[in-house]
């Protein structure tokens, strides 16, 4: 479950397009950085050398299914080198089953498979304050986790390096927005570092 094809890129210095698509944790809400602005500088601090091309596909509000929707005009048409996942959150709080929101993604797999030679990497997203609804969460994020295993793929476990951090002695407070589920600056940096963790070169 490595992604040794774009890790060669980003050593040797070849171009290397990735396309995140995703929900309005992807898109950067209502900051000035998102994870993907802090990728990308941790991806120059760690290959110096890279050529790196990313495409934010984020919108907020969207689900699984919204993603699988527009799929072709955002992701399959752009020619990608490795594709970012990122789901879990709207279809959770919109009431999608779980299941139905894993062969989604899955769907999702199977086509960037079929049309492209592209690399996929799953991403989680973040822990939830309250109990109850960081339960149904982990719920979305446990059926990634399967899917990572079952189609041999690498996956970002974003919400497990929040929790490292907060039994660290983080408070969750200073790493979210108001509404206490979007992550401020601080949050999109852990969660780049998160995902920077499938990038190293002996993974």
Not at 66 to 76: A, I, K, M, T
Not at 157 to 164: A, D, G, P, Y
Not at 186 to 198: C, D, H, S, V
């Amino acid at each position: 479950m490595k992604l040794k094809k774009s890790i060669q890129k980003l050593s040797s210095g070849d171009p290397l397009r990735i396309i995140a698509i995703g929900d309005s944790l992807t898109q950067g809400w209502m900051v000035s950085k998102g994870y993907l602005d802090f990728f990308a500088e941790m991806l120059k601090m760690n290959y110096p050398d890279c050529n790196v091309t990313i495409f934010n596909r984020g919108i907020p509000g969207d689900t699984a299914q919204g993603g699988l929707f527009r799929l072709r005009e955002d992701v399959l048409d752009c020619d990608p080198d490795l594709v970012f996942i990122q789901f879990a959150l709207n279809d959770a709080f919109t009431g999608v089953p779980p299941v139905q929101f894993k062969n989604t993604v899955k769907t999702m797999v199977d086509h960037i498979r079929a049309d492209t030679d592209a690399e996929i990497l799953l991403l989680t997203s973040v822990p939830i304050m309250h109990q109850d609804e960081d339960f149904m969460a982990e719920n979305f994020y446990s059926r990634l986790i399967e899917l990572s295993r079952e189609e041999n793929l690498p996956i970002a476990l974003v919400h497990l390096h929040w929790k490292k951090k907060i039994a660290e002695g983080t408070d969750i407070r200073n790493l979210v927005q108001m509404d206490m589920v979007h992550p401020n600056v601080e949050g999109y940096r852990l969660m780049a570092e998160a995902i920077m963790g499938e990038f190293t070169r002996d993974n």
